[in-house]
Nanobody, 124 residues
Framework: QVQLAESGGGLVQAGGSLRLSCAAS????????MGWFRQAPGKEREFVAA????????RYSDSVKGRFTISRDNAKNTVYLQMNSLNPEDTAVYYC?????????????????WGQGTQVTVSS
């Protein structure tokens, strides 16, 4: 069992930046893929980014590529999402997720553990 706790959300103006954190506890993440998803009101949950824990290799959705950066700190068992050049379309609840199989997909159904989410609001 893995417990995930997100933090770092808030209100920011368009063009601004935020860094989200996801602290993981419960077991080693050495074989895991960690992902970030988001869900805006009235919309389905969508993939944002993922990272292989062992190698740090990332992948991004086209909508955030070049603006967002996913990273991890092995010592702190924490995954980060640095979000730059934010725009109102990025407004959503952001969720951290863990895939114990290491499939490295963008499909939310492939992720086994989820955090409670943190709200990000970008004003125009």
């Amino acid at each position: 069992q893995v417990q995930l706790a997100e933090s770092g959300g808030g209100l920011v103006q368009a063009g601004g930046s935020l860094r989200l954190s996801c602290a993981a506890s419960g077991r080693s993440l050495s074989s895991y893929v960690m992902g970030w998803f988001r869900q805006a009101p009235g919309k389905e949950r969508e993939f944002v980014a993922a990272i292989r824990w062992t190698t740090g290799f990332p992948r991004y959705s086209d909508s955030v590529k070049g603006r967002f950066t996913i990273s991890r700190d092995n010592a702190k068992n924490t995954v980060y999402l640095q979000m730059n050049s934010l725009n109102p379309e990025d407004t959503a609840v952001y969720y951290c997720a863990a895939d114990r199989h290491g499939w490295f997909t963008s499909n939310s159904g492939d992720y086994d553990y989820w955090g409670q989410g943190t709200q990000v609001t970008v004003s125009s």
